[in-house]
């Protein structure tokens, strides 16, 4: 049962039943008062238990039997309405209105929509025959087509509860039987994904051996953009059409893939002890140029692979700067990607606190002064203050 549905159904069931006092005002005004308690006290009480009661474990087993004590206090207070006024055809309606709502809308089963039904019917001949002599004909016929309503609820409902028990066992054979092929389905998707992942890290891995003496390089960044990309705004986030879960996720593992270009650079400048002369640094931005492309081939043969996607700008514009200064567009703001500017500062932070063939490492602190130094330049100033409050 969804207990969601449920809920709302009976505020709503409420709310339009209020809203009845309405007609009372313009209809019957001088039982206005007497109206408003039974509408009020009589029956408004019973929406409030059901509703409060819904979130009780035994709610489900009280269901229909709370659901036809409402029913059949709406029409017993109808009842009185006919009674004291039995000009007014709109409280006939009524009536007829609950009794076929007990039996096609709320798919009462038969027993509890026959037995509300009846019982409510009773109480008006109760009621009508204490005042036969105050009715006119009028008032004698719609008693009459109250019957034939019940009646024709009665077969209806005894048809449409065979019909949903047959159609029900039908959707529970064919539910079962989706959800076990949408299992299937999730698990393989899992199954690919999983394997996306290892291929990339794997990628990753053999490419950082050719540079890296520090060890666990990708992991430490692919951590640090983990934990910026959390403290994102969500807003932020969808500007680039993905839900904050899947964000997260695919910069954890695409940004393993920032330096994959690194991998046709020739060895005596990627593993240059001293600085890199001007044609030498040319030759190594090309890494992001060469990253990039290579990553597009790849793409053409594993259609919308986020994580292929997402690698592709990191790749290309990690080493891009907030100012423009950058390589290899001088993309300047916001129009570097956000997951570039994410992994910028991680891979900057990683670079400066690891020793590197032309370098000693420097302290965390000092690695942080830095960073802080070349904010609004370098970095996004806005992603600055996230990477400041999680580890200074």
């Not at 990628?203 to 910026?228: F, V």
Request: overall charge negative; proline content about 3%; some cysteine.
């Amino acid at each position: 049962m969804d207990m969601l549905f449920v809920r709302k159904m009976i505020i709503i069931s409420g709310l339009l039943y209020c809203t009845f006092i309405i007609l009372d005002y313009f209809v019957a005004y001088e039982y206005l008062l007497l109206f408003f308690y039974i509408r009020f006290l009589m029956v408004l009480p019973l929406f409030i238990i059901s509703y409060v009661f819904s979130y009780t474990k035994r709610f489900q087993s009280y269901y229909y039997l709370l659901l036809s004590v409402s029913l059949f206090a709406c029409g017993v207070g109808c009842s009185l309405m006919i009674v004291l006024q039995p000009e007014n055809i709109s409280y006939y309606g009524g009536m007829f209105l609950i009794i076929f709502a007990g039996f096609f809308f709320t798919r009462l089963p038969f027993f509890f929509a026959s037995s509300c039904t009846i019982g409510m019917l009773i109480f008006h001949i109760v009621f009508f025959l204490q005042r036969w002599g105050e009715f006119d004909s009028q008032s004698t016929y719609i008693l009459f087509f109250l019957f034939i309503a019940i009646l024709i609820g009665m077969i209806g409902n005894w048809i449409n509860n065979k019909y949903f028990i047959i159609n029900y066992v039908h959707d529970r054979t064919a539910s079962s039987e989706k959800i076990i092929l949408e299992r299937k389905l999730y698990n393989r998707i899992l199954e690919v994904s999983e394997l996306h992942k290892t291929s990339i890290s794997t990628i990753a891995t053999l490419c950082e051996a050719r540079d890296s003496h520090t060890g666990d390089h990708i992991q430490r960044i692919s951590k640090y953009c983990e934990d910026i990309s959390r403290n994102i705004p969500i807003v932020k986030i969808r500007e680039q059409n993905m839900s904050e879960i899947d964000f997260i996720e695919i910069i954890s593992i695409s940004c393993m893939l920032h330096d994959i270009g690194k991998i046709s650079i020739p060895d005596s400048i990627l593993m240059k002890p001293g600085a890199l002369t001007e044609d030498e640094f040319k030759i190594m931005q090309q890494h992001t140029v060469i990253g990039s492309e290579t990553l597009k081939k790849i793409s053409k043969t594993s259609i919308d692979n986020p994580y292929v996607i997402m690698g592709i700008d990191i790749a290309k514009s990690h080493h891009e700067w907030w100012d423009g200064n950058g390589y290899p567009d001088n993309l300047k703001g916001e129009e570097i990607p956000l997951c570039a500017r994410i992994v910028c500062i991680s891979d900057v932070y990683d670079a400066l606190i690891s020793e590197r063939p032309y370098k000693k490492p420097y302290s965390h602190k000092k690695s942080l002064d830095i960073i802080l130094a070349h904010k609004g330049t370098q970095f996004d100033p806005y992603i600055v203050d996230i990477f400041m409050s999680l580890y200074s």
